[in-house]
T-cell receptor, first 112, second 113 residues
Framework: KQEVTQIPAALSVPEGENLVLNCSFT??????LQWFRQDPGKGLTSLLL?????REQTSGRLNASLDKSSGRSTLYIAASQPGDSATYLC???????????FGAGTTVTVRA | DVKVTQSSRYLVKRTGEKVFLECVQD?????MFWYRQDPGLGLRLIYF???????EKGDIPEGYSVSREKKERFSLILESASTNQTSMYLC????????????FGSGTQLSVL
């Protein structure tokens, strides 16, 4: 069974600092990995999707890397802003089906 | 923009009641999913459907059933609600091509008393 872990569970940084969020998974046979953002009491918004054949994806200030062999992905957010405060979740799509396995998330607070 | 709409934002039900959670998407997505989200546990897949009248169990289907009579609508049914089903329920949809992203509704916070 695929286990997805995100450490730390919470993070607080001053505005302008770069954010580094980690995601690890136990089974390297994945199809893709997605990073999501969740605002309090809301649904999830997909930020980036990395196919298993890719090493990274970028969108604006966001960059996500994937190292399948070591079972790790990292989400970088450059020059953080208070509006980046949210919970960030990673999810892994296993190779055999459409079921995503989610981590519990990292809750980020960016202090003004 | 893709819209995934969940019929209720908050719901309070009593133990033993039959509960229906409705989800509608407007982008003609083949795939639809129901997750529950609990603090510290992340999201767990209850059921998913890849076509009308098709359904597959996720990781925690016990105590739940689903219905997909039309492509745009996916319903989650709690046959006899119990207190341990108090949770945030999230519906999602996507195209069948697995390079496509998943789109979520805003969630239904269900409390079973």
């Amino acid at each position: 069974k695929q286990e997805v872990t995100q450490i730390p569970a919470a993070l607080s940084v001053p505005e302008g600092e770069n954010l580094v969020l980690n995601c690890s998974f136990t089974d390297s046979a994945i199809y893709n990995l997605q990073w999501f953002r969740q605002d309090p009491g809301k649904g999830l918004t997909s930020l980036l999707l990395i196919q298993s054949s890719q090493r990274e994806q970028t969108s604006g200030r966001l960059n996500a890397s994937l190292d399948k062999s070591s079972g790790r992905s990292t989400l970088y957010i450059a020059a953080s802003q208070p509006g980046d405060s949210a919970t960030y979740l990673c999810a892994v799509d296993k190779s055999n089906d459409y079921k995503l396995s989610f981590g519990a998330g990292t809750t980020v607070t960016v202090r003004a | 923009d893709v819209k995934v709409t969940q019929s209720s934002r908050y719901l309070v039900k009593r133990t033993g009641e039959k509960v229906f959670l409705e989800c509608v998407q407007d982008m003609d997505h083949e795939n639809m999913f129901w997750y529950r989200q609990d603090p510290g546990l992340g999201l767990r897949l209850i059921y998913f459907s890849y076509d009308v009248k098709m359904k597959e169990k996720g990781d925690i289907p016990e105590g739940y059933s689903v219905s997909r009579e039309k492509k745009e609508r996916f319903s989650l049914i709690l046959e006899s609600a119990s207190t341990n089903q108090t949770s945030m329920y999230l519906c999602a949809s996507s195209y069948p091509d697995r390079i496509e992203k998943l789109f979520f509704g805003s969630g239904t916070q269900l409390s079973v008393l």
